[in-house]
């Protein structure tokens, strides 16, 4: 969880400045993710394998009444059905 953590600070940024971590060589999974939609005011869902036997799940960012803009939620469970 730590590594991650760090590694999300090191993204790319675009154009709204929250870009994607960098991927070494621009080689990695790039297989689309399922995508959940919420209402409005609640974060939207994705998942998808993340490796042998992982799923991972994350939410979309939003900000609060304060304009504060929190990471996203992930987390990573194993997933007997992920090859």
């Known amino acids: 969880m730590a590594l991650a ?3 999300a600070g090191c993204g790319d ?3 709204k400045g ?4 960098p991927v070494l060589n621009r080689h990695g999974e790039d297989t689309p ?3 959940y939609n919420f209402p409005d005011n609640f974060g939207n869902l994705a998942t998808k394998c993340v490796g042998h036997g992982l799923r991972g799940y994350t939410t979309t960012h939003f900000a609060d009444e304060d304009g504060y803009l929190p990471s996203a939620n992930t987390r990573i469970v194993p ?5």
């Open 33 to 35: 993710a399922e995508v």
């Open 79 to 83: 997933d007997p059905e992920c090859a």
């Open 13 to 15: 940024d675009d154009s």
């Open 5 to 7: 953590l760090l590694l």
């Open 18 to 21: 929250m870009g994607d971590a």
